[in-house]
């Protein structure tokens, strides 16, 4: 096409509009659909055309435009956003039996003696989390800690397969999952140019995925190939689905890639033969994959699973088994963690596994290595377990030579030299000194860690110095911390040393949810750290929580409500808390709405059609307020279904199933007869 720019402004705009149509029909049909119309020549062509009548007319220029996918402006940092919905991560099923036990729970959960499953690849790659209003990306965000990610929206426009304007009957604000991923050639490609450069080699595809999709620069994102296949849905306002399936074709409706892989199944014996089939299969795909994804197809049976604290109940992952390899046990070291567990470790010659070099497995405490029966200098076999974590599988004992080496936890801390104990009934042996230097250096290194308080540049090395120099021995005395102080330590600069003085600052801001995690609480991750956070709202009303007040929180076990509240009980915790307050720490969080009365407690509603007085998002919002809860589909276990202006076939199941129905006026009555419960 001609790169002749009309004079005339509204020609210019009517030629940009018609260029941006064609450009965005051909990248569909190239990077979703991999059915190209036109040679490359072509559509270079078109994006030239494109830009120079952009170049003439700067004010034409549009956020989705097609010329804005080559990269802006390298960004100073990535800001922090909050996800519409929770992003959650999966519980892995690692063998067959374990995927059975799901189909178990799954029945049991929804008394049902069938359930009809989805299974899709597993995607080795990123998780990403597309927010759309008005059928246009507004962002693009890091899936973090399943509730905050990092706001990545500049680097995402770069991924051509990322519809910057959705088609077709697109919702007023859609909120989209996908992994982002690098194909096996394009990894290849950039670490050839990687070792030409004398630069250090991504370790696998994954990695580099991570790497390039949180560049600061998107022109460096932009000239690596990243793809993308989306899965999921969070917020869809408008939109009514009934089944992942469906789900998945909506999806590709609208212009987003969706794999092609996935298969619906009415038993999980064929779920199994399916994700077996692909152990094999696997290496003849173009980009990595490290197991399927199983999940009820049935967004109404979803919604009856619910969720535990980490996890969805209605999916679950099944992991490949794990790769392995022989290898030589050369040492085993012992180290100290923050709650003064000695942990032993293999020291491995050196061997590649899963496509990364391994020198370390865990052995996990003294039982394991007598159950294994390893010793130093053994030939073993080693894997990944979950493709994640190094593990000795077994010894190899008819290649021993009579030069091995038994081995035994010391009976006195590497670290400080006191006694070690190993606790009637546990597995672990325990330093008994509460000050070990290695149990102070290990909580400050997990207290400063992203997903606890996250103070940027202190990192493993500064908190060591900082131990060694007396500035600090616990999280509290961070707050104390001047330039001053640390100006003295080794590498640390006038700019390095005000700029860790304001992260630290920066961090008595990160809320109570972060704290909690934070504190290294034994069994409290980053998500039931949030949901106690928003429970109870700040941390002396978690201190005087009893263990029956925290087991009545649906998410929160014997196991995680024992160990709150055995931390709390003991003084010296108590007391840096007190300090952390005093510091300026915030230990408050927004309460969620499970603290007031909730009287439609155990009551499932479904939306359907238009209301006048609100839109059906501030209508679901109200129901979850007073404890009940939003389903997207009409089942025998539905209690009511709000039906406004042009309610569809969801009012018609209500009336075969004999649900109640309530039109917008029998709804607000009802909302205003328990209003006064609250």
Request: with cysteine.
């Amino acid at each position: 096409m001609s790169a002749k720019v009309p004079a005339d402004k509204e020609q210019a705009a009517r030629l940009a509009a018609e260029l941006r149509a064609k450009i965005d029909h051909h990248s569909h049909r190239y990077y979703v659909l991999d059915a190209p119309e036109i040679t490359d020549a072509e559509f270079d062509g078109l994006l030239r055309a494109l830009q120079s009548v952009e170049a003439a007319y700067p004010e034409l220029v549009a956020p989705d435009s097609p010329t804005q996918r080559v990269g802006g402006a390298p960004a100073e940092g990535f800001g922090r956003v909050a996800h519409p919905t929770p992003m959650l991560s999966l519980g892995n099923a690692l063998s067959l039996d374990e995927l059975k036990a799901f189909d178990a729970r799954v029945k049991s959960g929804l008394g049902s003696d069938t359930a009809e499953y989805v299974v899709e690849l597993k995607i080795d790659g990123l998780a990403i989390n597309l927010l759309y209003e008005g059928g246009r990306l507004i962002r693009g965000a890091t899936r973090g800690d399943g509730v905050y990610g990092e706001d990545v929206t500049a680097n995402v426009r770069t991924i051509r397969a990322v519809p910057l304007t959705l088609r077709g009957g697109y919702p007023a604000r859609l909120e989209v999952r996908g992994e982002v991923f690098l194909p096996r050639r394009e990894f290849e490609r950039i670490n050839k140019g990687r070792e030409a450069a004398e630069e250090a080699l991504f370790a696998n595809p994954r990695n580099a995925a991570a790497g390039s999709l949180r560049q600061l620069d998107p022109r460096i994102t932009a000239d690596r190939a990243l793809d993308i296949f989306v899965y999921g849905v969070g917020v869809r306002e408008g939109v009514e689905l009934a089944t992942h399936a469906e789900t998945l074709a909506y999806l590709a409706s609208l212009g987003f890639k969706t794999n092609p892989h996935y298969r619906v199944y009415p038993t999980i014996e064929e779920v199994a033969a399916y994700c077996e089939s692909w152990a094999d299969k696997r290496a003849d795909l173009p980009y990595d994959i490290d197991g399927l994804v199983v999940k009820v197809n049935s967004l109404a049976d979803q919604a009856t699973l619910g969720f535990t604290a980490k996890d969805p109940r209605w999916a679950i992952a099944y992991k490949f088994p794990a790769e392995q390899a022989v290898t030589t046990v050369e040492d085993i070291i012992v180290s100290v963690g923050r709650t003064g567990v000695l942990t032993p470790t293999a020291v491995l010659k050196p061997v590649r596994l899963a496509g990364t070099t391994v020198s370390r497995a865990a052995l996990h405490n003294e039982d394991y290595i007598r159950d294994k029966d390893v010793h130093i200098g053994d030939t073993v076999l080693v894997h990944k377990a979950g493709e994640i974590i190094p593990e000795v599988v077994a010894v190899l004992a008819e290649r021993r030579t009579g030069a091995e080496r038994e081995f035994a936890i010391p009976a006195a801390c590497p670290e400080c030299g006191s006694p070690v104990v190993r606790q009637p009934g546990e597995a672990a042996h325990k330093c008994t000194n509460p000050s070990c230097p290695a149990i102070l250096r290990e909580g400050l290194f997990h207290f400063v860690s992203r997903d606890a308080m996250d103070i940027d540049g202190l990192g493993p090395a500064i908190v060591t110095a900082l131990l060694a120099a007396g500035l600090v021995r616990d999280a509290a005395d961070l707050y104390a911390l001047t330039k001053e102080q640390l100006l003295p330590l080794e590498r640390m600069g006038e700019k390095s040393a005000q700029n860790l003085i304001e992260a630290i600052d920066k961090s008595r801001q990160a809320g109570l949810a972060r704290a909690l995690f934070a504190l290294g609480i034994r069994f409290v991750g980053v998500k039931a750290a949030g949901i106690l956070a928003r429970r109870f709202g700040d941390v002396d009303a978690i201190a005087r929580a009893t263990a029956d007040d925290l087991t009545a929180i649906e998410e929160i076990g014997p196991k995680i409500a024992g160990s709150v509240v055995a931390w709390f009980a003991a003084p010296e915790n108590l007391a840096l808390v007190a300090r952390l307050r005093r510091a300026g720490v915030k230990l408050t969080e927004e309460r969620s709405t499970e603290d007031a009365p909730r009287p439609l407690a155990g009551k499932t509603f479904v939306l359907t059609g238009t209301l006048a007085a609100m839109t059906r998002g501030e209508a679901a919002a109200r129901i979850e307020q007073l404890g009940g809860k939003v389903a997207g589909a009409v089942s025998k276990k539905t209690d009511y279904v709000v039906a406004g202006e042009e309610a569809g076939s969801k009012l018609d199941k209500a009336g075969k199933l004999g649900v109640a129905v309530l039109d917008e006026a029998g709804f607000e009555e009802l909302l205003k007869s328990v209003a006064d419960m609250v």
